[in-house]
C-alpha cells in the first residue's frame, strides 16, 4: 500500500516536471513520436495489403490449380509468343479431366468476356462477364448478400439467369432489390437470381463486385465461349488431405494425354497456383516492412538518446531538490522511480501521439484511397510498448545516477 | 554531480559497455518483422528482456550485487524464452553464448559488488 502511494507520489512528481518544461516537453518528446509514427504507419500498410493478399488468395482458393495458357509466374524468360500460339482449352478437355482425375473434387471450365449490362434506361459498359460450369461455387469462395447460386438444371439447360456482384446491382438499381428482375447482356434477358456480396478491390484483380456470373450454357448462346478472346481456362480443386503439388501431377498427365504431347514435347499448358502468385508479392511487403522497420527504429533510437539527455539535464536542475527529498527520509528507489515515470510518461506521450497520427493518416488514406487500411490493436500495442521500454532504457540510467546521490553534495550543489 | 561508485575491474567495464552497445541494438529488434511474426504479444515479451538486461548491466557498472544476479537469471530466460518460442538461430546462438560468458565473469566478481541498490 505505501509503495502504491509512493509511487503514485512519483507519477505525480513527473507530470508536474513535464507541465513545468512545456516546450523541452514538446520537442524532447518529438523524436519519439516520429519515430513511432514511422514504424508504425509502414506497419499498418504493409500489414493492410497482406491481409487483403490473404483475403485474395482465400477467396481464388489455395487449393485450385488453374489449368491456363501462360503461366503466371515463369521460369526464365517469358516467352509471350510462345504462350499466344498455345490452343485455347476446350470443355471436352475439362470433362477429360473430370472423368480421368482421381485427385480432383470438382473441376470448372470458364470463360470471360465483357458486354454492355441494360436494365430501363441504365446501364453500365465493359461490365465482366464471368461463365462458369456449375461446380464454380465450389471452387470459388465467395458469399451472396441476397437471392441464390444456380441449379445444377439450369446450368445444364443453359437457363438465361445471372449472379451479379455488387457494385453492378449498385449501378444499375441503386437502392431497388435486382432479384428476380432481368437484365440485358449482349442483347439476350437474364433474370437476376443473386447478389454477391461486397468485396471490395482486391490485390490479385479477382473481385466479384465488378462481375456478372452466367452459366456456361447459357454463355454459350451469346459469346463464343471457345475462342481466344474468352480466354477459357480451368480451374481444378483438389480433394480434402491431397497435396495441390500431387494434383499438379496428376493433371499434367492427363493434359499431356489428352492433348497427345509427346514424351519429348513440351508442355501446351500451364499449371498455375494461387500460392506462386502471392509469395513474390509478399517478399515485396517484407522488404518494404524491413526499409520502414529500419528507418522507424533509428528514428526511435535517437529519440530516445534526445530523453536520455533531457533527463540528465532535469537530473542535473534538480540536484538540490534531491538533496532535500532524501534528507527528509526519501528512499534511493523513490528518487529512481520519480525519475523513470518522468521519463516512462514522456516516451509514453510521445507514442501515444505518433499512434494519433498514424491513425489520423489510415483516415484520411480509407477516404481518398480505395483501399482499407487498418491500425490493428497488434500495431497499437507495439506501439505502445516500445514507448515505454524506450522510455524505461534511457532514463534508468539519468534516474539510477540521481538515485545513488549523496544528499549532503546533492543540497550544496546550487 | 559525483557518485561514488566502488574500484570497478577493466574487465568490468569493458563487457558493460560492449553490453550497453548490444543492448541498443537489440533495442532496433524489438520493432523487428522477424520478431512481430512470431506473435503479438511477444515483441513485448522480448522487449521487456532487453529492458531488464539494460538495467541489469546498468547494475553491473556500478558494481552492484543484483546487476550480476538479474544479468543471469535474463540470460537463462531469454534463452528459454527463444527455444520455446522457436525464435532461436545462429544470432540468437551467438548472443546467448556471449551473454553466458558475461554472466560467468560478472559473477566471478560477485564478491567484491555491493549489496544495496
Redesign the interface.
Known amino acids: 500500500m505505501l509503495f502504491l502511494m509512493l509511487l503514485r507520489e512519483s507519477v505525480v512528481f513527473a507530470f508536474h516536471a513535464l507541465r513545468v518544461n512545456r516546450l523541452r516537453t514538446i520537442l524532447s518528446l518529438l523524436g519519439i513520436t516520429i519515430g513511432i509514427f514511422a514504424?508504425i504507419a509502414v506497419?499498418t500498410a504493409v500489414d493492410s495489403m497482406a491481409g487483403k493478399i490473404r483475403g485474395s488468395v482465400k477467396s481464388l482458393g489455395e487449393d485450385v490449380v488453374f489449368v491456363q495458357r501462360m503461366p503466371w509466374v515463369p521460369e526464365g524468360e517469358f516467352k509471350w509468343w510462345e504462350y499466344m500460339n498455345r490452343p485455347v482449352f476446350t470443355e471436352r478437355e475439362s470433362d477429360e479431366i473430370k472423368r480421368r482425375s482421381l485427385l480432383a473434387d470438382a473441376v470448372v471450365y470458364t470463360a470471360n468476356g465483357e458486354a454492355t449490362l441494360r436494365y430501363n434506361t441504365s446501364f453500365i459498359e465493359n461490365a465482366s462477364v464471368v461463365a462458369a460450369t456449375y461446380e464454380y461455387d465450389r471452387v470459388k469462395q465467395f458469399d451472396l448478400s441476397s437471392g441464390r447460386y444456380f441449379t445444377e438444371q439450369e446450368s445444364a439447360t443453359g437457363k438465361a439467369v445471372t449472379v451479379i456482384g455488387s457494385s453492378i446491382a449498385d449501378g444499375l438499381f441503386h437502392d431497388a432489390d435486382p432479384i428476380g428482375k432481368s437484365i440485358t447482356i449482349k442483347g439476350r434477358k437474364a433474370y437476376i437470381i443473386g447478389v454477391f456480396k461486397a468485396e471490395g478491390e482486391s490485390m490479385l484483380g479477382n473481385s466479384s463486385d465488378n462481375q456478372v456470373l452466367i452459366p456456361m450454357g447459357f454463355a454459350r448462346s451469346i459469346m463464343d465461349v471457345e475462342s481466344e478472346r474468352s480466354e477459357p481456362f480451368m480451374m481444378v480443386k483438389t480433394r480434402s488431405n491431397v497435396l495441390v503439388a500431387d494434383l499438379k501431377d496428376e493433371l499434367k498427365g492427363i493434359m499431356r494425354s489428352v492433348r497427345r504431347i509427346q514424351p519429348t514435347e513440351q508442355e501446351n499448358f500451364a499449371l498455375n497456383e494461387v500460392s506462386v502468385l502471392a509469395g513474390p508479392l509478399k517478399a515485396v511487403f517484407?522488404v518494404v516492412?524491413?526499409i520502414g522497420?529500419?528507418i522507424?527504429?533509428?528514428s526511435?533510437?535517437v529519440g530516445?538518446f534526445g530523453i536520455a539527455n533531457i533527463m540528465f539535464v532535469s537530473?542535473?536542475e534538480r540536484?538540490s531538490q534531491i538533496g532535500i527529498q532524501k534528507s527528509l527520509g526519501a528512499k534511493?528507489?523513490f528518487i529512481?522511480m520519480q525519475f523513470l515515470a518522468e521519463s516512462v510518461v514522456l516516451c509514453l506521450v510521445g507514442g501515444i501521439l505518433g499512434l494519433l497520427l498514424d491513425y489520423t493518416l489510415v483516415l484520411i488514406a480509407n477516404h481518398f484511397i480505395d483501399f482499407q487500411f487498418v491500425l490493428s490493436?497488434?500495431n497499437i500495442?507495439?506501439g505502445l510498448?516500445?514507448s515505454v521500454?524506450?522510455g524505461?532504457?534511457s532514463g534508468?540510467?539519468p534516474a539510477?545516477?540521481a538515485?545513488?546521490?549523496?544528499p549532503v553534495?546533492?543540497i550544496r550543489?546550487n | 554531480m559525483s557518485i561514488a561508485i566502488g574500484k570497478r575491474p577493466k574487465i568490468i567495464s569493458i563487457l558493460s559497455v560492449v553490453g550497453f552497445i548490444f543492448s541498443a541494438g537489440q533495442i532496433i529488434a524489438i520493432s523487428a518483422p522477424a520478431i512481430r511474426d512470431v506473435g503479438g504479444w511477444y515483441p513485448m515479451l522480448y522487449g521487456s528482456i532487453i529492458a531488464l538486461r539494460f538495467i541489469s548491466l546498468v547494475g553491473v557498472w556500478y558494481m552492484k550485487k543484483w546487476g550480476a544476479e538479474l544479468f543471469a537469471y535474463v540470460t537463462i530466460t531469454k534463452i528459454a524464452v527463444q527455444v520455446l518460442v522457436g525464435d532461436f538461430g545462429l544470432a540468437s546462438g551467438v548472443d546467448a553464448f556471449f551473454s553466458v560468458v558475461f554472466a560467468i565473469v560478472f559473477l566471478c566478481f560477485y564478491k567484491r559488488m555491493g549489496r544495496d541498490l
Open positions: 514504424i506497419f517484407g516492412g524491413t522497420w529500419i522507424g527504429a533509428f526511435i533510437l530516445g537530473v542535473r540536484t534511493r528507489w529512481l490493436l497488434n500495442t507495439l510498448t516500445i521500454l524506450i524505461i532504457i534508468f540510467i539510477y545516477s538515485a545513488q546521490l549523496d553534495e546533492a550543489s
